[in-house]
């Protein structure tokens, strides 16, 4: 049974409305959970690809990543849970996992059943939130995985057409 149907929260889904790239984020986050997630993708056999600066490296440890310093590259790790769609995690702090995904990649039943197992897979991992929030309006959550629920569910209405 799938975690949403596509009918309910597609307008979460509109590049046009909720700008393209929505913010993914685990609150409360530690180096340890930063690692559990590395983990998972490696356990998965999702491909991976890490890099700094534009240079494609061997995927590191968290506490290497996240103890870097503050003026070096930019790094980011790229995730492919399925071919066409993408996750980019970003290694900005260690106390919040945050990622994008494209919105264009998520239309359709079977890319948000993709897209709810990705994060119903993190979120079951670290036993957290992982929230997804507008683009640039970090803090007002329209969906995410609920622990306790143990599915990833509507976190705000969906704007009635």
């Keep these: ?38 983990d998972l993708f490696a356990d998965k056999g999702w491909k991976c690809q890490y890099s700094e600066g534009g240079t494609v490296l061997p995927v590191p440890r968290a506490e290497a990543v996240l103890s870097r310093p503050a003026d ?6 790229r995730v492919w849970p399925t071919a066409d769609v993408l996750a980019i995690f970003r290694f900005h702090a260690a106390d919040e996992i945050d990622f994008d995904v494209d919105l264009r990649e998520l239309q359709g039943q079977e ?51």
């Design 1 to 38: 049974m799938a975690d949403l149907r596509w009918d309910d929260v597609k307008w979460f889904f509109d590049p046009d409305l909720m700008g393209p790239l929505p913010d993914m984020r685990v609150p409360d986050a530690s180096v340890g959970d930063w690692q559990e997630v590395l």
């Design 72 to 77: 070096a590259e930019c790094s980011d790790l």
């Design 111 to 161: 890319r948000l059943d993709v897209f709810c197992g990705f994060i119903r897979e993190i979120g079951r991992r670290l036993g957290k939130p992982v929230l997804m929030d507008p683009e640039g309006d970090d803090g007002h959550p329209v969906l995410g995985f609920d622990v306790e629920a143990d599915r990833v569910v509507l976190l705000a209405d969906p704007l009635v057409r």
